[in-house]
């Protein structure tokens, strides 16, 4: 009889420390797996980010080469660099689309190269600071460095 | 489908007029773009845009607007931009369009 009772006792000792244990195993997992997703999370958060900074960088050397080929009497600015810097802009873009994907805006970037290099080679230059195709190619350019797509956010 | 691929006709694709310099929208227009045009019908074209070190905005008008005033009628030029091959950049696309639907309106006006 006091042989029995010891067994039972014993018995639900281990019942229990499986339980706790398994229990304990769950919540673990659990707990690992938030974690490894929130910092994964983190990782492509901080990824998006610099690749934003890295577009707008792009933007802005392309921007300030179109102002400088267009407004500066000697320019060092080429029109070949100007085209090299636009399409740095776009791969820059299409980083950040990669990781956070966004409609491309295929018609303002269009706008911008047509702004920045249409005739080029025989227009008349420098031009004002306030000529219509100045003021085409910042409208242009606003429109992609305002866009939603290149805010940041956590 | 013929596939007219600009890199088979320079990997530098130049300025608006041959004048200015090698390899221009305007030579591209008439010695590829008219000449297949001629041979397969504007229907049986295509357009490859990739491979290249990238186009001038002057290029592209004088390529594509400059068959309107080479006298290809504008349904057929519209049509053939939804041909237009541009995987590395499909901006050209959106901007080929504008100087065909531009150059378009001059012409209905």
């Known amino acids: 009889m006091e042989e029995r009772a010891v067994s039972a006792f014993e ?6 420390t499986v339980i ?4 304990g195993y769950i919540i673990s997992s659990l707990g690992w797996r938030v974690q490894g997703r929130q910092a994964r999370d983190l990782a492509c958060r901080q990824d998006i980010h610099s690749s934003i900074d890295r577009c707008h960088a792009a933007l ?4 300030d080469a179109v102002f400088s080929y267009w407004t500066e009497n000697d320019s060092p600015v080429r029109l070949d660099q100007l085209l090299s810097y ?3 802009c776009i791969i820059a873009l299409r980083q950040v689309h990669k990781l956070d994907p966004f409609v491309m805006p295929d018609e303002t970037l269009g706008e911008l190269r047509k702004q920045a290099t249409l005739d080029a080679e025989s227009a008349e230059r420098p031009l004002p600071l306030n000529s219509l195709r100045l003021k085409k190619f910042s409208r242009a350019m606003s429109k992609i460095t305002e866009a939603n797509y290149l805010l940041k956010a956590w | 489908m013929k596939v007219i691929r600009v890199l088979d006709f320079s990997e530098f694709p130049g300025p608006r007029h041959e004048h200015i310099g090698p390899f ?5 227009r008439e010695e590829v773009l008219l000449p297949a045009i001629k041979e397969h019908g504007i229907n049986n074209i295509s357009i490859d845009l990739d491979g ?4 001038g905005s002057s290029f592209l008008e ?6 309107i005033r080479a006298g290809v009628p504008y349904s057929d030029i519209i049509s053939l931009s939804d041909r237009i091959i541009s995987d590395e950049d499909p901006s050209l696309i ?3 369009r504008s100087y065909i639907k531009e150059e378009g309106l001059k012409h209905a006006s």
Not at chain 2, 52 to 55: D, E, K, S, V
């Open chain 1, 20 to 23: 706790l244990g398994l229990g």
């Open chain 1, 86 to 88: 636009h399409r740095r």
């Open chain 2, 52 to 55: 290249t070190a990238g186009y």
């Open chain 2, 62 to 67: 004088e390529a594509f607007g400059g068959l």
């Open chain 2, 94 to 96: 959106s901007e080929v």
């Open chain 1, 11 to 16: 018995w639900a000792g281990w019942v229990s």
């Open chain 2, 24 to 28: 221009s929208g305007q030579r591209f």
């Open chain 1, 60 to 63: 802005t050397v392309f921007e």
